[in-house]
């Protein structure tokens, strides 16, 4: 079972699209995929695909952990995609944040990672968390949980990426300290033709169009900065 969370700092920048994508593929690809819609604000993800049974609680009641995970009715929703299950978001009123915040094991910002080692997620081989596009404890409860790398979203133009660099890189070297609890904390750039040997990772997806020369360079640099560790110096 793998757990593939989706971010960026940013929003806009095509979390929810690709999260449902993803989704989308796997469960085509025959593997049992689960969406988990963690922009407890936006519940776009959840409303991508029309939902044959939407289960009567959803990503609220799975944190404040309200809900018995013995029986998969109570929080499992499906899909019209037979290997495609969805765990709605339903939190409009931004209860989770506080409550996230202050809960007595919120400082370590492990519970969905603990909460998805409960038997109903071994069923299935792949669980995708949509996140929302701010840092927030809701953000590094989520990426907290990843089994593997973590798939960072980016638009390649200058000014996202910047921002990628501010938030979402900013936020893994803070939760670095983390990965001596055995939590994977991995930075990779994908999709990117370079040979990048950083022991972080962070996959970044180009969401464009058309690949033109500008979003070329664009990327290449990105890759630059990177490598460089130009993005501590925060003047980039
Ligand atoms: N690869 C893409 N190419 C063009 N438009 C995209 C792409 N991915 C997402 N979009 C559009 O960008 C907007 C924001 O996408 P969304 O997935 O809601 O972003 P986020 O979840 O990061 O806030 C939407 O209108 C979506 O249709
Ligand atoms: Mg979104």
Same mark, same amino acid.
């Given at each position: ?9 940013? %929003?806009?920048? %095509? ?51 309200? &809900? ?14 037979? !290997?495609?299950? &969805? ?58 949980? @990843? ?9 390649? &133009? ?27 904390? @991995?930075?990779?750039?994908? !999709? ?45």
């Amino acid at each position: 079972m793998k757990i593939l969370p989706v971010i960026s700092t940013k %929003g806009g920048e %095509g979390k929810s699209t690709q999260a449902a994508n993803l989704c989308g593929f796997l469960a085509d690809a025959g593997l049992k995929t689960l969406l988990i819609d963690g922009d407890f604000g936006q519940p776009t993800a959840s409303s991508i695909y029309q939902l044959t049974y939407e289960a009567p609680c959803g990503l609220y009641e799975l944190l404040m952990q309200t &809900v018995d995970l013995s029986d998969a009715s109570k929080i499992i929703s499906h899909s019209f995609i037979p !290997n495609l299950d &969805v765990i709605i978001s339903n939190d409009p009123q931004a209860h989770l944040l506080t409550a996230m915040l202050h809960a007595p094991d919120g400082r370590l910002r492990m519970r969905m990672r603990n909460i998805l080692q409960h038997p109903l997620f071994k069923q299935y081989d792949a669980i995708i968390i949509d996140s929302q596009g701010a840092r927030s404890v809701m953000l590094e409860l989520i990426v907290l949980a @990843a089994t593997d790398s973590t798939i960072g979203i980016v638009k390649p &133009v200058l000014p996202d990426i910047r921002e990628f660099l501010r938030g979402s890189i900013a936020m893994f070297e803070q939760l670095r300290s983390l990965s001596s609890y055995g939590i994977k904390l @991995a930075i990779s750039l994908a !999709n990117l033709r370079t040979g990048l040997k950083h022991r972080r990772v962070v996959r970044v997806i180009r969401r464009c169009k058309l690949l033109r020369l500008k979003i070329r360079l664009t990327m290449y640099r990105f890759v630059q900065i990177i490598n460089e560790k130009r993005h501590y110096q925060g003047n980039n």
